[in-house]
């Protein structure tokens, strides 16, 4: 009788090879976009002397600094067709004594101006009144408010929400920052759809630093 020798193959079996590729690609795809999607943005660092102004953003934001009225803008779009948006605004020079004792004076002064400026009257709502905290050596006093975006023209910057109706608000966080020496800074966080905007705005807030020289 004749022995069965087993099949050899010089080379392994197409299919086989191909089903193994196959997989490997989708894996280092899946790999690829996991990672793109988890990733976050660098910080930079921004510095103003003029105001007394620390603080750092992520990259995707864009800043802009008006020296006339010593206002920084801080603006970040995301999204399909950059439709999520939010926006923040840091009013005046912080090394300049403010004129209110509390902080929560500043903020309602700075609500009734709203109110003001857009004719508001009842339609603004406060939903948070002023509460202060002790954060690290600042004391920071923070209030939301809602303004009706019918208030708002269609080309209004501060609406960041979009669209214009009778029930579709815009949501304002209001900050009182002062530090020991009573320098005072008022920060406007104008919240969009986007929870991952609104919570890069948060850490721009949580970074500001007060620096003003104390010498005379």
């Known amino acids: ?19 193994q590729l196959n997989f490997l690609t989708n894996l280092l795809l ?11 943005p660098s910080k930079q660092l921004y510095e103003n002397p003029e105001s007394g102004i620390n603080l750092e953003k992520p990259e995707n934001w864009d800043l802009a600094f ?7 803008v801080l603006e ?19 090394c300049a004594d403010t004129t209110f004792n509390t902080p929560e004076e500043d903020i309602q002064a700075n609500i009734d101006r709203i109110r003001n400026l857009y004719y508001l009257g009842s339609a603004l ?25 019918m208030s708002l023209s269609e080309d209004e910057v501060i609406n960041q929400v979009g669209d214009r109706g009778p029930d579709i608000f ?16 008022m920060v406007y966080v104008y919240k969009g759809n986007s929870e991952e905007l609104n919570a890069e705005a948060q850490e721009i807030v949580d970074s500001i630093q007060i620096t003003c020289s104390t010498e005379p």
């Open 125 to 149: 709502t406060i939903v948070q009144e002023p509460i202060r905290v002790e954060t690290g050596d600042y004391e920071v006093t923070k209030a939301i408010i809602t303004i009706p975006t």
């Open 76 to 94: 970040s779009e995301n999204g399909i067709g950059n439709k999520e948006s939010a926006r923040i605004e840091i009013n005046g020079n912080v």
């Open 1 to 19: 009788m004749f022995g069965y020798r087993k099949k050899t193959y010089v080379f392994p079996d197409w299919k086989s090879s191909w089903y």
């Open 66 to 72: 008006y020296e006339r009225s010593g206002t920084i």
């Open 30 to 40: 899946v790999t690829f976009l996991i990672s793109g999607c988890s990733s976050t």
């Open 170 to 185: 815009q949501t304002v966080e209001m900050f009182a920052i002062r530090d020991s020496d009573r320098n005072f800074i």
